[in-house]
Nanobody, 127 residues
Framework: QVQVVESGGGLVQAGGSLRLSCTTS????????MGWFRQAPGKAREFVAA????????YYADSVKARFGISRDNARSAVYLQMSTLEPPDTAVYYC????????????????????WGQGTQVTVSS
């Protein structure tokens, strides 16, 4: 059974930064394409960022492209989301997702493409 665990959320002022971490266990991390999604109160879950198995390819939602960075460390079975210049609309529960991928450079942006999900970590940006 693959488990996904996020950490690093919290309360930050507008303009501030946070780094979210996500680790997996119970599987082979280097086989997984990874993604971050978020869900604000009353809204649907939305894609934030994705990274390929190899780490060579990344993909971002337009709303975060210039401010967020996704990276991975296969040796630590971890993926990170560095968030900068945070804004109140970034307030949401952030979810990490993983799925086994046949291809080293696939980046996946649809929630339905992911098999494993964490419980989420709250990010709150105050104005």
């Amino acid at each position: 059974q693959v488990q996904v665990v996020e950490s690093g959320g919290g309360l930050v002022q507008a303009g501030g930064s946070l780094r979210l971490s996500c680790t997996t266990s119970g599987g082979t991390f280097s086989r997984y394409a990874m993604g971050w999604f978020r869900q604000a109160p009353g809204k649907a879950r939305e894609f934030v960022a994705a990274i390929s198995r190899s780490g060579n390819r990344t993909y971002y939602a337009d709303s975060v492209k210039a401010r967020f960075g996704i990276s991975r460390d296969n040796a630590r079975s971890a993926v990170y989301l560095q968030m900068s210049t945070l804004e109140p609309p970034d307030t949401a529960v952030y979810y990490c997702a993983a799925t086994a991928s046949l291809y080293f450079d696939d980046v996946l942006s649809a929630a339905r493409q992911y098999s494993y999900w964490g419980q989420g970590t709250q990010v709150t940006v105050s104005s």
